[in-house]
């Protein structure tokens, strides 16, 4: 089952601040967040086991809840470089599982 | 970014005919995985291996297959192309568990 992200897109100024957040229907074990330019590959951002751990990557951090079976993405202060899209791909069952990728959300900063 | 290698970066061909994708990594990752990028789909898991001669269908795998006869190479062939195989493939691979995937840069495919 595709996990759910919210918002679809979203539009910044710089120095402003946007919450992304990756729902679950069924148990997640680990949630993975990646960031991808257009016109290029997706790259890491970071993984968040589940017990709550959070996490942070430059003004990037994410929170996983393991209760509501959600990640959220946090961007503080963001800048240009941030725009891209975002996925989530949720792991459930163990270590050993595939990823599922939701559909991704657009975040654009303008200047 | 983890040594991988997409081939070819683009490619147009018709309807029925063959197609071949190369990923070819210099990790030596234990996992490698073929998605397919589709606007408003996010990405999809096509096939992934977990080792040499060990593969395993994903969620959209009909109509492709792969082989993985080397560690560092991971193919994906399309049998008989259609146009709904018109898409973006990316080449990931992994040390499993919680490590991360590194993505390859991509293969824009067009069948008319």
């Known amino acids: 089952q595709q996990p759910v992200q919210s918002p679809q897109a979203v539009i910044l100024r710089e120095g402003e601040d946007a919450v992304i957040n990756c729902s679950s229907s069924k148990a997640l074990y680990s949630v993975h967040w990646y960031r991808q330019k257009h016109g290029e590959a997706p790259v890491f951002l970071m993984i968040?086991?589940?017990?709550?751990e959070q996490k942070g990557h430059e003004k990037i951090s994410a929170s996983f809840n393991e209760k509501k079976q959600q990640s959220s993405l946090y961007l503080t202060a963001s800048q240009l470089s941030y725009s891209g899209t975002y996925f989530c791909?949720?792991?459930?069952?163990?270590?050993?599982?595939?990823?599922?990728f939701g559909k991704g959300t657009k975040l654009s900063v303008k200047p | 970014d983890a040594g991988i290698t997409q081939s070819p970066r683009h490619k147009v061909t018709e309807t029925g005919t063959p197609v071949t994708l190369r990923c070819h990594q210099t990790e030596n990752h234990r996992y490698m995985y073929w998605y397919r990028q589709d606007p408003g789909h996010g990405l999809r898991l096509i096939h992934y291996?977990?080792?040499?001669?060990?593969?395993d269908k994903g969620e959209v795998s009909d109509g492709y297959s792969v082989s993985r006869s080397k560690t560092e190479d991971f193919l994906l062939t399309l049998e008989s192309a259609t146009s709904s195989q018109t898409s973006v493939y990316f080449c990931?691979?992994?040390?499993?568990?919680?490590?991360?995937?590194?993505f390859g840069d991509g293969t824009r495919l067009s069948i008319l």
């Open positions: 791909g949720a792991k459930g069952g163990g270590s050993q599982g595939n990823l599922i």
């Open positions: 968040l086991l589940k017990g709550g």
């Open positions: 990931a691979t992994g040390a499993g568990g919680n490590q991360p995937q590194h």
């Open positions: 291996s977990y080792g040499v001669k060990d593969t």
